[in-house]
Structure formats: structure tokens, C-alpha cells
């Protein structure tokens, strides 16, 4: 099916909206936008980060899981205690796989679920003593970890725990950091809020421990933040920062540390890369230390060429042609794998549905690769989330805001894309209508896909998804040849 | 009244940042530019309008101030 026409796509829309009652049609609507490049404010054109509808299928988290799993959860040598009943911590356990180095257990905890598992009677008595014993259990077992924070689930601030007060008792006893965080699941709409308190008690509790306190800098320090680490993303972004001459002196929160959390104030430049998700901290920065932040993205060749000279931007010469010298060095190897990966992948139709920054960010390396990326959404993007994302994407396309699950489908049953991104809970509905689906959260369990060396593994697993023999053994071979015969076996 | 930060962007312009709601927007005019008195009106690209406070210039950007919405939609 070729590209839809401004006018199929509209009607599209209005078509995929009938289903619903009156009310929700209306607020759905709003939600539901044809770009257009022309227009400079998505306010616009779409709404977004209002509550979901109840009734449909969200597929947002909570602001635990903004808190827990995102931000603070990849922090390596915390130990977070999931603060509350058993199963919000230990159902998200680890999902992200934000890689890391160090021992497990030992001096590193990222992978390990740490609860205060509530019963009843915390509930009805309150679970602050609980959760000062916990503590003390932490360091007497783990006396490796560097500090703790308490992520609080619903009830704790539907009981009315006073936390802060027991993390600094605890903080002094122990005389680690210890973080109290308010991310009580209910918060705010999405796992978004849970970012942004996050970024508050990374602010109130940890950037200024070191304020003051002698560090050996270099004109060349820089910070990452906002990459995760999964799959390794940061390390393969990391490795030709430093060939370029810059020094990371602090990467968050994909295998970070508490430590280089607290040095971050002493960087010349933060590089963002999860602008959702980080961008509060970054703006706290900018205005109380003087850092500028800037976004950059590392996704397919062009958009690392372009951010690569604009990180260079920022600082002397011998930076300006270490830019020039990394890419001159990689381009070779770009060269091979877009001449390998091109010719099988050209023309070929993408929808995207995920979360954070990657509705915007992939499709840069899609177009390298000959693709095309027709429709783009967000989990839980805010208006500046579309802004940027309006001038990435063709004329015409589709965007959509916290899609629900008849939505996407009906679309892309429409739409007819070759390949689509999204989530776990996405994967296997789109695999069984035989449309190749790739995970673009954890990146299908692969990865890395930033930097030089991911956009080889992303162009040879897009490749290795869409080309696979399996999409044209859809119909099974009793039924594809000879069905007849098939009825009269079974009867 | 709500806290608003007051940033630079690259092209050199005046962006308008509430935390609280994350709403980021460009300032299309700012009602008092001088180094003694700056602030008054804030118009935003989106056609909102905010108040601030006439106060000195502030040293460097961003800012932190107080701001009374006086018009914005929604
Ligand atoms: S909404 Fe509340 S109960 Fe549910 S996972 Fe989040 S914190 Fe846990």
C-alpha cells in the first residue's frame, strides 16, 4: 500500500474513532494528529499528558515505575528499596536491562529487587519502623552499598509514612546517602511525573553533597545523562566521546554511581540524551551551577555527525577536530554496513509507538537506512516531547498520544507498515497478524543501538526482523495447498 | 502565582519554563528589557500571556521568578 494522502489519513482517524461513545471520542481526538511541518507548536495539533481514559488500554506505567525503574533503579551501587506490598518492585525487576559492571550482590545491586513487602498490619500501624530496620539489615548484609533510596509504592502515601524523617535518621546512623522519594504510584498520569520527582530528590538530596569540595577538573569534562544503558547504549556512546578528547566524567543513571552523580555540578557540559526524563535535573543545573545541557542524539550516522560538531560547538579546537577525526574514522565502517543493509531495507515502512525520547530520536537512523517512518507516538510525551517531533517527521504522517491498543492496531491494520516498534505487550499481536515486530524499548533483548557500533547491530537486527523467512510461512502449509483433503484427515 | 524559569535558547531567544505544569514555551516579547528594570509582561509564542515583577535584569540566565498568569489558554 503506498503512503496515505492527507485526506486518507484524516478519514482514517475519524473512521478508527467511531467506535467510541460520544465523550471519549472527543477527548480521543485530541489525542490523534496528522503532522504538518508547517505548524511550529504541537499545542496545535495534539494534546498530550492527560490522564488516560479509563476503559481503554494504556500502555503507561505508573510514577513508581518512572522512579524506580528509570531513574533511580540503574544507580549501581544503591540498593533501592522498593517501599510498600511485594509485587510492584519484584514484577519490574530488572526488566530494563540496564547493563552495568561490578559484582552483583557484592558491591553493585541494579538487578536486585530490595522490598519492605507491607502486610496488613504495616498498613494499619504505619511501616516506618519497618523501614528503619530494613536499613540496618541493608548494611549490616550489604556493607558494600553506597547509599539507599526509598521508593515509595501507593501506600505509603495513602498512610501518610513519614519517610523523610526515617531516611535522615537512617543517613546520619549510617552516614551513606540515603534518599527518600516520593514517587507514589498514583501520582500524576504516567511514569512521566515519577521522572521529574525522581530529578526533584536527585536535586534536594544528592547534586550539591560535594558542593564546594576539591575536584581535578579538565576543560574537556562532560556528563551524560539520560542514557540508560541498555544493552550497553551508554558504553557505545561513551567510547568515541573520549576518542574525541572529551572526558565523562559522570554517566547517569545506566551504570552510574552514586559518586559521579554528586561530581556531575563540576562538568563543563551535560550532554541529555533522555530530554523526558532528565531534562528537570539539567535545567536545575544550568541555572544554580551555570552547565548548559544539550540534547544530542546518537542514532544512525547522520544524527551522530550532526550532534558529534554540535557537542564540538561547545569547546576549542582540538575538540572541533577530534569531532572531525571520529567521524572520519567511523565513516568508513557506516559506509559498509548502509551499503549492506540499504538495498534490503529501502523503501520499507515503519510505525513507532514507545516512550521518552526514541518516537523522535530512531527515526534519524531509519532514514539512513532507506526506511520510512510513517506514524510516531508517545507513551507519555509533553508538548515539548511533539514540538521537537513535528520537524522530524513527513508531512502527513500520523502522530498519536498514548495510543490505546484498538487504536494502534486499527492503524496499522490500515496503514499495512512493514515493520513495527513498540513494547513487550505490542510484540505478539502484531507478530500473529504477521507484521514484523521489534521491541524498541529493550531493544528485543539486543542492542546496543547508539553510537557507531549500535547502528550496525540496529541495521543488521531490522534486517534480520523484517527479512525473515518466517513472514511468508504465515499460512500453514495444509491449508496454503490443500484444504480438501485437509477437512476429510479430520473427520 | 507560580515558580517560572527563564532560559536562553540556542538561537538566542527567551524560552518560558513552568516546572510544575512542564509547559516550555518561546517568549515572544518581554516587556521591559533593561538592565535596570526588566520583567512586566511576558507574551508567549502560544499566545499566552504571564506577569512578572519589573526588577533588575537578572545576572545570567536562566532565572528563577515569580509569575502571575495573566492570560493563557487552558
Ligand atoms: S500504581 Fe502503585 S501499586 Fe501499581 S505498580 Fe505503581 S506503585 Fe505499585
Redesign the pocket.
Known amino acids: 500500500m503506498s503512503t496515505l494522502t492527507r485526506e486518507e489519513t484524516e478519514s482514517l482517524i475519524q473512521e478508527v474513532l467511531e467506535v467510541y461513545p460520544e465523550k471519549a471520542k472527543k477527548d480521543r481526538a485530541k489525542h490523534l494528529a496528522i503532522n504538518d511541518q508547517s505548524i511550529e507548536q504541537s499545542k496545535k495539533c495534539i494534546t498530550s499528558n492527560r490522564k488516560s481514559l479509563p476503559g481503554v488500554m494504556t500502555i503507561r506505567?505508573?510514577?513508581?515505575?518512572g522512579s524506580r525503574g528509570v531513574v533511580w533503579g540503574p544507580v549501581k551501587d544503591m540498593i533501592h528499596i522498593?517501599h510498600?506490598?511485594v509485587?510492584?518492585?519484584q514484577?519490574?525487576r530488572a526488566g530494563r536491562r540496564n547493563y552495568y559492571v561490578g559484582t552483583t550482590g557484592v558491591n553493585t545491586f541494579a538487578e536486585m529487587n530490595f522490598t519492605s513487602d507491607f502486610q496488613e498490619k504495616d498498613i494499619v500501624f504505619g511501616g516506618d519502623k519497618k523501614l528503619a530496620k530494613i536499613m540496618n539489615e541493608i548494611e549490616s548484609l550489604f556493607p558494600l552499598h553506597k547509599g539507599i533510596t526509598v521508593q515509595?509504592?501507593?501506600?505509603i502515601g495513602l498512610i501518610g509514612d513519614d519517610i523523610e524523617a526515617v531516611s535522615k535518621k537512617a543517613a546520619k546512623e549510617l552516614n551513606k546517602v540515603v534518599v527518600p522519594v516520593r514517587?507514589?504510584?498514583?501520582r500524576g498520569v504516567s511514569q512521566s511525573l515519577g521522572h521529574h520527582i525522581a530529578n526533584d530528590a536527585v536535586r534536594d538530596w544528592v547534586l550539591s553533597n560535594r558542593d564546594g569540595q576539591h575536584f581535578e577538573s579538565t576543560p574537556y569534562d562532560v556528563t551524560i545523562i539520560g542514557d540508560y544503558n541498555i544493552g550497553g547504549d551508554a558504553w557505545a556512546s561513551r567510547i568515541f566521546l573520549e576518542e574525541m578528547g572529551l572526558r565523562v566524567i559522570a554517566q547517569w543513571s545506566g551504570d552510574g554511581t552514586i559518586a559521579e552523580m554528586e561530581n556531575t555540578p563540576k562538568a563543563k557540559l551535560n550532554l541529555l540524551h533522555c530530554y523526558r526524563s532528565m531534562n528537570y535535573i539539567s535545567r536545575h543545573m544550568e541555572e544554580k551551577y551555570g552547565i548548559p545541557w544539550m540534547e544530542y542524539n546518537f542514532f544512525g550516522p547522520t544524527k551522530i555527525e550532526e550532534s558529534l560538531r554540535r557537542i564540538a560547538a561547545f569547546f576549542d579546537d582540538s575538540i572541533k577536530e577530534g569531532a572531525e577525526r571520529v567521524i572520519a574514522k567511523y565513516k568508513p565502517m557506516m559506509e559498509a554496513v548502509i551499503a549492506k543493509y540499504k538495498p534490503r531495507l529501502q523503501g520499507k515502512r515503519v510505525m513507532l509507538y514507545i516512550g521518552g525520547l526514541r518516537p523522535r530520536h530512531v527515526i534519524g537512523a531509519y532514514e539512513d537506512l532507506g526506511m520510512e517512518v510513517v506514524g510516531t507516538g508517545y507513551e507519555f510525551g509533553h508538548n515539548d516531547d511533539y514540538d521537537r517531533t513535528i520537524k522530524e517527521m513527513g508531512n502527513a504522517t500520523l502522530l498519536y498520544d498514548d495510543v490505546t491498543g484498538f487504536e494502534l492496531e486499527e492503524f496499522v491494520k490500515r496503514i499495512k507498515p512493514d515493520l513495527v516498534g513498540s513494547g513487550i505487550k505490542e510484540k505478539y499481536i502484531y507478530q500473529k497478524m504477521g507484521i514484523p515486530f521489534r521491541q524498541m524499548h529493550s531493544w528485543d533483548y539486543s542492542g546496543p543501538y547508539h553510537g557507531f557500533d549500535g547502528f550496525a547491530i540496529f541495521a543488521r537486527d531490522m534486517d534480520m526482523t523484517l527479512n525473515n523467512p518466517c513472514w511468508g510461512k504465515q499460512t500453514p502449509p495444509w491449508k496454503a495447498v490443500k484444504p480438501a483433503e485437509e477437512v476429510k484427515a479430520a473427520a | 502565582m507560580a515558580n517560572i524559569m527563564i532560559r536562553k535558547n540556542d538561537a538566542g531567544g527567551l524560552v518560558f519554563y513552568l516546572p510544575k505544569r512542564d509547559l516550555e514555551d518561546n517568549i515572544a516579547s518581554i516587556e521591559f528589557d533593561t538592565p535596570a528594570k526588566w520583567g512586566g509582561e511576558l507574551k508567549l509564542a502560544s499566545g499566552g500571556t504571564y506577569y512578572i515583577e519589573p526588577q533588575e535584569a537578572p545576572a545570567r540566565l536562566p532565572v528563577s521568578v515569580r509569575a502571575k498568569r495573566v492570560d493563557a489558554p487552558e
Do not use: D, I, L, V
Not at chain 1, 506505567?61 to 515505575?65: F, N, S
Not at chain 1, 515509595?152 to 501506600?155: A, F, G, K, T
Open positions: 506505567g505508573c510514577a513508581y515505575a522498593s510498600g506490598p509485587g510492584c518492585g514484577y519490574s515509595s509504592e501507593c501506600p514517587c507514589e504510584g498514583f
